[in-house]
């Protein structure tokens, strides 16, 4: 580190040292970690500073920070774990998304991690707030090696005043993150040297093993849908908007989906991009920032995601001319998933604070890898929460380690990855919010039309934003729709200036018996998927799937 000499014979590294430490004091020898110089709550500046000497950072010719993850330049499923405590124990669906860890081996990792962050020389503090209603708000406390990792989370989480970060006290979350120190994969129930490990009863979240970010956006997000449910307020992966005059959309879908996208409207105020609840009184954005894809990412298609990656944001794993620094968006050299986050004020229409009332329209937003399901569909109730259950779309490239191109899943409730409860859970309070509200709720396909993927097209940004339009201006709802014969719900036969074989995919296939063999495949994937939730679910609710063959 090169360090230049000021007055009184102070460095500069110094300098800020102490007068970071004399305005935001902490004292982490609670946790047993003993190192001297902790940097509480930095602005973006001193953390670009730190990333940039300590961590091979750049600035970006746009002024964001781009940086690496390392090898894990997605999220780790398979090596969530969760400790299994009596308090918690028959709360929680227990399988291949929840798996169980012992109090030990949470213990051993943890003891792991404060161990590493003793041998740093520096580390970082973030405190903020997970909830923009005060009534449901959980205090998040970030204790992390990276500059990098502190500063995406001051981009996630609501940022406190300095009056709130004064009175902070003890956080209802804490969050190590030794995410370039290994796990031991011979402690017990580790499968790999990557483990996220997640406490109720102590609260507290490990990371060890992955230097990728997203695992402690969505380490808090997994907190709140333990939490929030026991306080009947339904958690939910979507994101959220509303027009001038107050009206709610929901959009619900995995990542890559068009969630981000597709809620950044310049005609309408963000709630949030990813991450809400919904209460008695409406909806709101449990985080302080957006997380967006930005592999092919331009101006023209993108433009407010595109203007917000300036001073203070976060690249990840971006490939930028050496020379220039100018970021080549479509250079998935490193990964597809590609990423920037920033504070969501960033978004210059976005609603400050980020709550609203209750919704008028719910989308669901599936990527549909087999090229056969519309672009537009309205549900009943009953195939409202069929398909909330269900939760189809497509993993999409990149989202998660060693997955290269799109495949078709299923994921409860549009993020199965996240939930603590037992699916039903969430969509029966899904299913009272719409009848006590009358939400309208639409299935919207941003996958494939014409044929699956590598055959047809991808839907366009154009036409899907066109349906989105419809659909707020109320002229959708009134259009005449006919019936899908093979999934049995209502097809607009018209919307704005879409071409009808837009509309109804059948018609936009070369090849009528290929088309239809691919619907019956994807309605006998649906049925066997919806198996293993026909016993908690009503007769209505099961007759809302497709047709059987």
Known sequence: MIAYPVRCGLTITLYLRELLMSVNPIDLQEYGIRVSDVIRNATPARLYEYAIIDEHAAISASGALATRSGDKTGRSPKDKRIVDEPESTDDIWWGDVNIRLTDRSFAINRQRAIDYLNTRSRIFVFDGFAGWDPDH????????????????????LIRPTTEELQTFGEPDITIFNAGS?????YT??????????????HGEFVILGTQYAGEMKKGVFTVMNYLMPKKDVLSMHCSANESASG????????????????STDPHRRLIGDDEHCWTSTGVFNIEGGCYAKVIHLSEESEPEIYQAIRYGSVLENVVFDETTHVVNYDDASITENTRVAYPIDYIENAKIPCVGG???NIIFLTCDAFGVLPPVAKLTPEQAMYHFISGYTAKVAGTEMNVNEPTATFSACFGAAFLVWHPAKYAELLADRIRQHGSNVWLVNTGWGGGPYGVGKRMSIKHTRGIIDAIHDGSLANASTRTDPVFRFEVPETCGDLPSEVLWPADAWADADAYHSSARRLADLFHDNFKKFESGASEAIRNAGPATS
């Open 188 to 201: 017990a129930q580790m499968t790999s040297t990557t483990s996220v490990d997640l406490s109720f009863r």
């Open 181 to 185: 120190f290994p796990a031991n994969p």
């Open 247 to 262: 009206s709610v959309s929901l959009f619900f879908g995995l990542s890559g989906t068009g969630k981000t996208t597709l």
């Open 137 to 156: 708000q959980l205090k998040i406390r970030v204790i992390a090696e990276s500059a990098y990792h502190a500063l995406f989370m001051h981009n996630m």
């Open 358 to 360: 209750h919704p008028d």
